[in-house]
């Protein structure tokens, strides 16, 4: 029979509760650290003493700024004073050193213990190793840089080519247009194009909605085989043809036109794109 006294003497097959929670802290999973107010390492885990390479009772009474690189001491003084002052969790990405020389990149969780808990003050530090992700943030960044630097280069270059082709054209006396086959309707003209038809470019493409005004600027004698040399190019059929315009103030003027279908991945048209090209001089010599 149980007597009253044995019930209230400890067994030894009964787990000790507060052992079991040093031992769960002790072995954790994540580096843990307890500093007091100046902060000297007060307690640490197994996993804090290793990721610093220091064996346990060396650690003790350390002040944990002596882990830290010289050029973050300022952040984490901060880190550290602003747990204290907030009461809440607060986080920090520092470099530490290892006693053994090695720096590693570290993220800090930390939190100040509530008044109501103890007289003493301390604050509790989760420390992770984030070398891995520092190192993936700068390959990233790098990555980055080199895209950005080649799509500058490329767009110098394109920018180039753009400049250079438009002196080109310039120089060749090229209209150019684009026409959306969508909308049915022009969507770019070029100054030298229009001009050639004797309007402007907002006047060009406006006509070029209207269907009655479409070939208004072409010669009377030849609007029927515009009209089927375009009839033909919007199924898919390119061309280069020689006609006569007769602009809005009566000008004759004789052109060389070309134009092309352009289709997408799908082998649908898309858009059709041309040039035109004043030869007035060259027939009027021939």
Not at 170 to 184: E, F, I, M, Q, R
Not at 207 to 223: C, G, L, Q
Request: hydrophobic share 35%; charged share 30%.
């Amino acid at each position: 029979m149980t007597s009253i006294d044995d019930t209230r003497r400890p067994r030894a097959d009964v787990e000790d509760p507060l052992g079991k929670l040093v031992e769960l802290f002790d072995y954790a999973p994540v580096a843990y650290f307890v500093l007091d107010q100046n902060g000297a390492i007060q307690e640490v885990n197994v996993k804090g003493a290793s990721l610093l390479r220091v064996e346990k009772p060396d650690l003790l009474g350390l002040p944990m700024s002596e882990f830290v690189v010289p050029d973050d001491i300022d952040a984490f003084r901060s880190h550290i004073s602003s747990a204290f002052r907030t009461r809440d969790s607060v986080k920090v990405d520092i470099r530490l050193r290892r006693q053994c020389g090695t720096v590693f990149s570290a993220r800090m969780e930390s939190l100040a213990n509530r008044p109501a808990e103890d007289r003493s003050s301390h604050v509790r530090l989760v420390v992770t190793d984030i070398t891995a992700e520092k190192k993936a943030e700068e390959s990233v960044r790098q990555y980055r840089e080199k895209l950005e630097g080649m799509v500058k280069e490329r767009t110098a270059a394109v920018l180039k080519s753009e400049r250079r082709l438009s002196q080109a054209v310039h120089l060749a006396g090229l209209g150019l247009w684009v026409w959306d086959v969508a909308t049915d309707r022009c969507i770019f003209c070029s100054e030298t194009h229009a001009r050639l038809h004797g309007l402007s470019v907002e006047e060009y493409i406006a006509r070029s909605a209207a269907i009655d005004e479409e070939f208004s600027t072409v010669h009377p004698d030849d609007r029927v085989r515009v009209k089927r040399k375009f009839k033909e190019l919007r199924q898919g059929v390119g061309f280069e043809f020689e006609y006569r315009l007769l602009t809005p103030s009566g000008k004759v003027r004789y052109v060389r036109e070309s134009g092309m279908p352009v289709f997408d991945d799908d082998g649908n048209m898309v858009q059709e794109f041309g040039s035109i090209q004043d030869i007035t001089r060259q027939k009027q010599t021939e």
